[in-house]
């Protein structure tokens, strides 16, 4: 099953000739969920062959234009693309009034319904869920309230081992009750654990999205051991104090981090367009978690177990 992160943008509030402002698409199982919406996300969906009908969810950061210019004139184009279904879009309270009068200044007659739903960048909470993922929020420490995203595989049925179906005769019903955790009993009153009758076929993996943020000791237990992370390194550590005042991180910090949290691997992005390349940033997350890797516009990255990183 596909669980995979693809980036439209890497770049923090100034684009550049390689890097356009924040954006990436999650796969889960085949159904795309937008992350951030920079200025030129719809571009670089075409240009990356990303389907745009199969985007039903965009979760956005915060109210700065870096992370959601892009949501107007892709909405526009929903609209002209002739799109009959409701499109749900989760942001910040602060964002909710200029985001609906965008839309109606820009778009007459609307074709489908567009839902915002408000979240709460204070506290942790799961705002989405389905079969296939569950996404909780992740408060972050930014100069406007700003949230992060985990995105969880929801768990899978459990698997009942084959050569048993047969060895106790096991109904239908029984063979779904199993799935669903029971013990069985049999006739004569000894009960089989359901540990002994089924396996777990895979173990949920996990994305955590964190961008734009201060260096925060509460996130760290946030993504604890997650798959995989993706932390915001706008600046080098020699900036320091120039990431404070701004309220970013450094690339020694995501790092911290990463290496804090015990995550399976670390992606860095949101660099500032005063670097004319990534390799000191790479350098210097890598001294603390070498597990590290630079993101750039249209890679795409697998979310795996932690234990095959």
Do not use: W
């Amino acid at each position: 099953m596909t669980f995979s992160v693809t980036i439209l943008g890497s770049s923090s509030a100034l684009p550049t000739s390689k890097r356009f402002p924040s954006a990436h698409v999650l796969n889960v199982h085949e159904r795309l969920f937008l992350i951030d919406c920079g200025e030129g996300t719809q571009i670089q969906l075409r240009r990356f062959k990303l389907p745009m009908n199969r985007i039903s969810h965009i979760f956005l950061t915060h109210s700065h234009g870096d992370h959601v210019l892009g949501i107007f004139g892709l909405i526009s184009s929903f609209n002209l693309l002739g799109r009959k279904s409701d499109l749900h879009v989760y942001g910040v309270e602060d964002f909710q009034e200029l985001f609906y009068k965008n839309i109606h200044y820009f778009t007459d007659q609307m074709s489908f319904k567009v839902i915002y739903h408000v979240v709460d960048p204070f506290r942790v909470e799961t705002i989405y869920s389905d079969k296939h993922v569950v996404v909780t929020t992740l408060p972050l420490r930014h100069r406007v309230p700003t949230v992060g995203y985990l995105f969880r595989e929801a768990p899978r049925p459990l698997n009942i081992r084959k050569e048993l179906i047969a060895k106790y005769n096991l109904s239908l019903t029984d063979i779904v009750k199993i799935k669903n955790g029971s013990d069985y009993t049999l006739n004569d009153g000894t009960v089989i654990p359901n540990a002994e009758l089924t396996y777990i076929s895979s173990i949920p993996r996990s994305y955590a999205y964190c961008s734009d943020t201060l260096y925060s000791e509460r996130l760290i237990g946030l993504v604890k051991n997650v798959d995989l992370l993706y932390h915001e390194a706008t600046f080098m550590h020699s900036e320091l104090k120039l990431a404070r005042l701004t309220g970013h991180s450094t690339a020694q910090q995501a790092a911290t981090v990463a290496f804090k949290a015990g995550v399976g691997k670390l992606l860095i992005g949101h660099f500032s367009s005063r670097y004319r390349n990534e390799k000191d940033l790479h350098k210097e997350a890598l001294e603390i978690f070498p597990n590290t890797e630079v993101v750039n516009d249209g890679l795409t990255f697998s979310v795996e177990p932690k234990s095959t990183y």
